[in-house]
């Protein structure tokens, strides 16, 4: 069983699309906020935490949503569609209505709007990769994926560069065509997305070969003990099975990982540009060297680690990611002031990060059944919202009330904690491939 390239590739194409408006929102229209409307650093971060806020519940409750849903055309394709079209439209309002009208309710209320139609097709488009791809592949999947997501935001910054022309008065520069550029990129993706992906044609493929290979088509509903049938396969329309205690105990603590990793990861990503400037004492943007040393090295990795991932397995190379990272704190942290041998610690976290992204999101869904994956899609990215909300307002506070030097010891703690949960989890993994078959290893200790 080997892994569809192509059509994973074209898979990508919608979250390609998503990183791209994500990579535009979070870096102009904080200055929007700023130049456009003069909102003080307090009110953005408010303004700008409500994707996070609102992607609590949303991702959840589409994924879910798009489980139950049945269309000639797929059970994701309709929430990609409508959400991408619905959403440049929001986009476009925003720019060329609610901006030059000067009133900051208008701007906010089309911003929560377009935050809410993105939240529609976030989950299903995230979905998608498992939903069409058999569960041992889905690392290597993931990976690939991810790529697609890391050009969509680089293509983002390449038009900022290209058309963004900052006037004299930042709060006339003109953000339409950079935002056409943006609206052209999201319908373009999408419309290769709808025209090559057929949900259930390919789905009719995979059953014919084996089917999908989850855990969670495997669970027994008539079973009194926790247990698992691996001689059975269960596909989509069959009758609910319950989840075993021991899958159910693994997913909760591969859940509190994530939560824990992000929380970590996060507050370093969020406060360091602050950090240089109070305790290295480096300013005039600096501090962007790191971050793109991290960026660049977890791009780099993404397709070695799958390899990886395949003979160690998904586990292993998640703990083995976390150690990087932690290690990296540490050894950052102890930095008197800055040095360029600091980049190679924040490579270390770029290539631990990717071993984490890899394969975080497949163990996820690995224990899910075929009928329920965007649930546990939008339940995964619930725990990471959740750390992303929660964390710059925690590591802020130590931050502001007791030192800056806090930051890197912080990111240790909840690494080390995110290792010790990540060891609890028992299910998940997947054997590599032994003479031509693939192994389900449902249980990492066996």
Request: proline share 4%; glycine share 6%; charged share 15%.
């Amino acid at each position: 069983m080997k892994l569809n390239t192509k059509r994973t590739i074209l898979i990508g194409f919608a979250f390609m699309s998503i990183c791209a408006f994500w990579q535009f929102y979070d870096n102009e229209i904080p200055k929007i906020l700023k130049y456009s409307f003069g909102l003080g650093e307090t009110l953005t971060g408010v303004v700008m935490a409500l994707d996070n806020v609102l992607a609590l519940f949303l991702l959840p409750l589409f994924g879910t949503l798009s489980d139950g849903t049945d269309t000639k055309y797929g059970k994701r394709m309709p929430y990609i569609v409508v959400g991408t079209i619905v959403s440049t439209i929001l986009l476009t309002i925003l720019i060329t209505v609610a901006r030059p009208s000067g009133y900051i309710a208008l701007f906010v209320g089309v911003l929560l709007l377009l935050l809410i139609s993105m939240g529609i097709y976030r989950s299903p488009a995230v979905s998608l990769m498992p939903d069409l791809t058999p569960a041992p592949q889905r690392s290597t999947a993931n990976a690939i994926i991810n790529l697609m997501g890391t050009i969509g935001g680089i293509y983002i910054l390449v038009m900022i560069k290209v058309l963004l022309k900052e006037a004299e008065n930042p709060a006339q520069t003109n953000y339409i065509p950079l935002m056409l550029s943006l609206v052209l990129f999201m319908l373009v993706s999408v419309l290769v997305v709808f025209l090559t992906i057929k949900e259930n044609k390919i789905k009719e493929e995979i059953h014919k070969e084996g089917g999908l290979h989850s855990l969670g088509d495997t669970f027994d509903n008539d079973a009194k003990e926790d247990k698992t049938d691996n001689t059975e396969r269960f596909e989509e329309g069959t009758v609910t099975k319950m989840m075993p205690k021991e899958v159910k105990r693994s997913l909760w603590f591969l859940l509190v990982s994530v939560f824990l990793w992000f929380t970590a990861y996060n507050a370093v990503t969020t406060a360091f540009s602050r950090f240089v400037g109070e305790v290295w004492d480096l300013h005039d943007n600096a501090y962007a060297t790191c971050l793109l040393v991290a960026t660049v090295a977890a791009t780099l990795s993404y397709i070695p680690i799958a390899y990886v991932s395949r003979k160690i397995g998904r586990k292993k190379t998640i703990l083995i990611g976390i150690s990087l990272m932690a290690a990296s704190y540490v050894i950052t942290g102890l930095y008197p002031h800055f040095s360029a041998s600091i980049n190679i610690f924040f490579a270390l976290v770029g290539i631990g990060w990717a071993a984490i992204n890899v394969n975080s999101y497949p163990m996820v869904v690995e224990m899910s059944k075929a009928g329920e994956i965007g649930k546990f899609t939008g339940t995964y990215y619930t725990f990471s919202m959740a750390a992303q909300v929660f964390t710059p307002i925690f590591s802020g506070f130590l931050l502001e009330h007791i030192s800056y030097r806090t930051l890197f010891p912080y990111a240790f703690i909840f690494s080390a904690l995110a290792f010790c949960t990540m060891l609890m989890v028992k299910h998940g993994d997947v054997k590599p491939p032994k003479k031509g078959k693939i192994i389900d290893n449902f249980d990492v200790d066996d």
